[in-house]
């Protein structure tokens, strides 16, 4: 393995530590903003969890031959444990062909997953789309009102014009 490739996927590993310390921020973030928003905010579902890794997408060709190694170790009919969840979750990636979710599971399952991540365009391209994801959270408005040092009443007006003009 060539040194680049080796330095994408240890930046990807990362990265994706990054989103999930990112996206536990965020939950409290959101959880504070609602509170002080509530009275501008209509149906707003505090319990649902929001899921910011969008899929690293592949070819159908290239998700579907991993998923059928996950699915040998995973499918209910062969094993009837836990990993039905695991397949379930597999079979959801693979038919949205989304091979980031795909290689954490055999990664997981000590799948050899060598031939599906040794593309540097692959590995370049997840490594962007998760630092724009991390970026998108970062400068959304619960973040912000959630890290602000100083919560004015101007920013608080500003915050629920925009709320306001949003249910319109």
Not at 39 to 44: G, Q, S, T
Not at 57 to 80: C, Q, R
Not at 88 to 93: F, G, L, M, Q, S
């Amino acid at each position: 393995m060539n040194l680049k490739i080796k330095k994408l996927k240890l930046k990807i590993e990362w990265l994706r530590l990054e989103l999930d310390e990112t996206n536990e921020i965020s939950a409290k973030c959101l959880d504070k903003f609602y509170k002080d928003f509530a009275y501008c905010i209509k149906d707003v579902k505090k319990d649902e969890q929001v899921d910011y890794e969008e899929p690293f997408s592949a070819s159908h060709e290239i998700t579907n031959k991993l998923f059928k190694e996950i699915a040998i170790k995973t499918h209910p009919d062969k094993k009837h444990t836990e990993t039905n969840e695991t397949f379930v979750k597999a079979n959801k990636a693979n038919e949205k062909n989304d091979l980031s979710v795909l290689l954490n599971i055999a990664k997981e399952l000590d799948i050899d997953v060598t031939e599906y991540v040794d593309n540097e365009i692959l590995l370049e391209q997840h490594a962007n789309e998760l630092e724009s994801k991390i970026h998108q959270i970062k400068q959304g408005i619960p973040w912000t009102w959630y890290h602000a040092k100083l919560r004015t009443n101007a920013m608080k007006t500003s915050i629920e014009q925009i709320l306001t003009e949003a249910e319109s």
